[in-house]
């Protein structure tokens, strides 16, 4: 609108209507690209974690005997990270939101695990 002032909408009216459902749309959107955008960050950091350690272990090939062994140091990358976090609130303290974060996260990649559901790329080809 160009030099003209918006006229105020009636609470009860279809445009009113209308803005609201514009505004539900967009929400429900931001919600869903946050939620791809966690679950992506997830998958990047597991891929860049196993690039680190092919790169530093394993600089030719790799077995799938060496890629089940590693599995068990995948999920207990974070154990130090806990470790200190409960030695900082000295077990009297309510878990820190960090922390709670890292034991879910285990949580859920030790259910996948045993699931076999893990996501482990494909670095026998």
Not at 31 to 51: I, M, P, Y
Request: proline share 5%.
């Amino acid at each position: 609108m160009s030099g003209r002032q918006a006229k105020p909408v009636h609470p009860c009216s279809r445009n009113a209507r209308y803005i609201s459902s514009q505004v539900h749309h967009q929400q429900k959107l931001k919600k869903q690209r946050h939620k791809r955008d966690v679950s992506t960050s997830v998958r990047v950091d597991k891929f860049l974690w196993l690039q680190q350690v092919l790169a530093a272990e394993f600089p030719n090939s790799m077995t799938y005997g060496d890629a089940r062994a590693m599995l068990p140091r995948y999920i207990a990358r974070h154990d130090d990270e806990i470790a200190e976090l409960e030695e900082k609130r000295r077990g009297r303290l309510p878990l820190t939101a960090r922390e709670s974060l890292l034991r879910e996260q285990k949580r859920a990649e030790e259910a996948a695990c045993m699931r076999r559901d893990f996501e482990f790329p494909d670095v026998f080809s």
